[in-house]
């Protein structure tokens, strides 16, 4: 099973993962890619162009291969916020859509505590974007961290 979870930064998406992943599953999330290709010293979220470059080939590469194996083992995959034409791919694969989202308010603290600040305006895109995608499970966690 594949399972693409969307929501805006800081929303708790990983978080949702360790919760419903097992160990033998494949997750595909591209803050841990870019952790994994960077060097030590660099920040946790690092929003660092070429890093990201770097990160995202790595990103596309993995995905591709984990596309293959859904059917033996499942697959999450963080897409903060899909376009219609990777929606419509995803839905043909018969991957679950699954939202994570807080909300606005909670997002944006944690964003102020926790990440660099230009994440603020991907979290305002995610939320102005407001695009219908069916089938998808949304979830909201219950605690703020």
């Known amino acids: 099973m594949l399972y693409v979870v969307t929501g805006p930064p800081a929303a708790g998406k990983s978080t949702w993962i360790e ?4 160990a033998r599953d494949i997750v595909i999330d591209l803050d841990r890619i870019t952790r994994a ?3 030590p010293g660099a920040p946790q979220w690092n929003q660092d162009p070429l890093q990201l470059r ?3 080939k790595a990103r596309y590469a ?3 291969e984990a ?3 859904r059917d033996e083992v499942d697959v999450y995959l963080i897409h903060t916020m899909p376009s219609a034409k ?4 995803y839905r043909r694969m018969d991957a679950r859509i699954v939202t994570v989202d807080p909300g606005r308010e909670i997002v944006m ?4 505590a926790m990440r660099d600040t230009d994440m603020q305006r991907v979290a305002s895109r995610w939320y102005n974007a407001r695009r219908p995608t069916p089938h998808v499970v949304t979830y909201t966690p219950s605690r703020d961290w």
Do not use: P, Y
């Open 19 to 22: 919760a419903h992943a097992k």
């Open 37 to 39: 290709l960077t060097g």
């Open 54 to 56: 770097v990160a995202h």
């Open 62 to 64: 993995a995905m591709r």
């Open 67 to 69: 596309f293959e194996v």
């Open 86 to 89: 990777w929606l419509a791919r």
């Open 109 to 112: 603290k944690r964003i102020e």
